[in-house]
């Protein structure tokens, strides 16, 4: 596709459920980020991916969160036991592995834990 | 770690008039790259501009321009000839010069509102 396209747009989820937010990044980018974005700020770093191997998770809040790339394009963004904080909007981008690299982002999807 | 600070939540300009948006970043390295992303309603982080740290000529692009201060570690972006389709969050990022395996550094953003 043209661009970095992520589903669902919303998620509704009830305290405790399992949710799986998808990331599909633009053809041929090998690296891969996922990103927080809480109401008001920023977004914030989750984990990083280049190609299947995901080289750093260090920003996953907790042992909840869980995302994966077997194949090297389509990513799941996945988090367990889902909590209130959990709602936010999560932030796709991927990017060509070069040094000058912009990421290129998609809409986002807007969860929010009942 | 980096941290980059946006010290303006909101900036209202007048439509056709020049509004500047400031950013400040602190970091140890001396080599990096620095971006103004645009977000507006739809959610779509949209790059704006980006500057590398090793380039002593500001960036610009058409109505965007940067002012980049390196010893001062500041970043800020001047839009000139605001239009309304500039209504936006705006956020300074920083990533450093690592070979593409960092996650981008985003302020706090500031809230651009454009009045008619």
């Known amino acids: 596709g043209a661009g970095v396209s992520q589903s669902p747009r919303y998620k509704v989820a009830k305290r405790g459920q399992d949710v799986a937010l998808r990331c599909d990044p633009i053809s041929g980018h090998v690296s891969l980020f996922w990103y927080q974005q809480a109401l008001g700020q920023g977004p914030e ?4 991916f280049q190609n299947e191997a995901q080289l750093d998770k260090s920003g996953l809040p907790s042992d909840r969160f869980f995302a994966e790339r077997p194949e090297g394009s389509v990513s799941t963004l996945k988090i367990q036991r ?4 959990d709602s936010a909007v999560y932030l796709c981008a991927s990017s060509p592995l ?5 990421q290129h982002f998609g809409d986002g999807t807007r969860l929010s834990i009942l | 770690a980096q941290t980059v600070t946006q010290s303006q939540p909101e900036m209202s300009v007048q439509e056709a008039e020049t509004v500047t948006l ?11 790259y620095l971006f103004w992303y645009k977000q507006p309603p739809s959610r779509q ?15 610009t692009e058409n109505r965007f321009s940067v002012n980049f201060q390196k010893a001062a570690k500041s970043f800020s972006l001047k839009i000139s000839d605001s239009q309304l389709g500039d209504a ?3 956020f300074c990022a920083f990533a450093d010069s690592g070979g593409g395996a960092d996650g981008l550094t985003f302020g706090k953003g500031t809230h651009l509102i454009i009045q008619p």
């Open chain 1, 45 to 48: 770093f989750l984990t990083y």
């Open chain 2, 45 to 59: 982080m949209i790059l704006v501009i980006r500057q590398e740290a090793y380039k002593q000529q500001n960036a």
């Open chain 1, 82 to 85: 889902t909590q209130q904080e």
């Open chain 1, 98 to 102: 070069t040094v000058a690299r912009p």
């Open chain 2, 22 to 32: 400031s950013c400040t970043y602190d970091t140890s390295e001396s080599d990096y």
């Open chain 2, 88 to 90: 936006a969050m705006y």
